[in-house]
């Protein structure tokens, strides 16, 4: 079983920047493809970056050089830094893991196994 916990969500302006995080406990000993996905209120969850097991790393054209991942095995921490925001992006955020390769289904949430419980990010015009 793996666990997983997000923070660093909030309310931004326009333009602004968060940085999220993601910290793994329990079989984290294995390794696993690790994602992010947000959903907004009567939309589908959808993926907007992942990090395969071997590092590859995956983004949705939505957020494609405003957003990076990364991960710090170390501490087990899977982090998101999103740049110049907007209200778009407003949603709650989702932290995922699989230990599957997930490679062309890695923006699919029903091939991941494991779900934190999610950290909102708003942002206003």
């Known amino acids: 079983q793996l666990q997983l916990a997000e923070s660093g969500g909030g309310s931004v302006q326009t333009g602004g920047s968060l940085r999220l995080s993601c910290v793994a406990s329990?079989?984290?000993?294995?390794?696993?493809?690790m994602g992010w996905f947000r959903q907004a209120p009567g939309q589908e969850r959808e993926g907007i970056a992942a990090i395969e097991r071997d590092g590859s790393l995956r983004y949705s054209d939505s957020v494609k050089g405003r957003f990076t991942i990364s991960r710090d095995r170390a501490d087990n921490t899977l982090y998101l830094e999103m740049n110049d925001l907007k209200p778009e992006d407003s949603a709650m955020y989702y932290c995922a893991a699989d230990p599957a390769a997930r490679n062309q289904f890695w923006a699919h949430w029903r091939y991941y196994q494991y779900w934190g419980q999610g950290t909102q990010v708003t942002v206003s015009s």
């Open positions: 329990g079989r984290t000993s294995i390794p696993y493809c």
